[in-house]
């Protein structure tokens, strides 16, 4: 079993592949049956399984944001999860609109890897910076 500093190393690597726009390194921190769900009523929103639709999931991403910042901020260990409280500013490709939000992402592994995911964001403020 993988200790809580290994599992936040390994978030905190993902966020900095991410944050360069290595996605092959971002992929490598998660298990291939990876559960991924995000919030709200865009295309981004839903639910996920595998890698193959995580790595669909950061293409639309890609398509449809900018990120102007991205913040990961406190780590909080607890078993074999890992909470991240951080902030992000995205200006939406469609419309040229910024849009800004705490998040909270819920991360859970199993022998190293991510096998769930969970994000918690204003998805209000994302909704209207896209609204045509």
Do not use: C
Not at 26 to 37: K, P, R, S, T
Not at 48 to 55: D, L, P, Q, T
Not at 107 to 117: M, N, Q
Request: proline share 3%.
């Amino acid at each position: 079993m993988m200790g809580a500093e290994t599992n936040i190393q390994t978030i905190q690597k993902a966020y900095a592949a991410f944050s360069r726009g290595d996605l092959p390194a971002v992929l490598e921190a998660f298990a291939d049956d990876i559960q991924w769900i995000t919030p709200g009523n865009s295309e981004l929103a839903g639910e996920r399984n595998g890698k193959e639709e995580v790595k669909g999931f950061f293409g639309t991403l890609a398509e449809q944001w900018e990120f102007l910042a991205f913040e990961p901020g406190e780590y909080i260990p607890g078993g074999d999860r890992v909470v991240v409280l951080g902030r992000y500013e995205v200006r939406s490709r469609q419309t040229g609109r910024v849009a800004a939000s705490h998040w909270a992402m819920v991360w859970t592994f199993r022998d190293g890897k991510a096998i769930h995911f969970q994000e918690y964001i204003d998805t209000s403020s994302l909704e209207a910076a896209q609204a045509a």
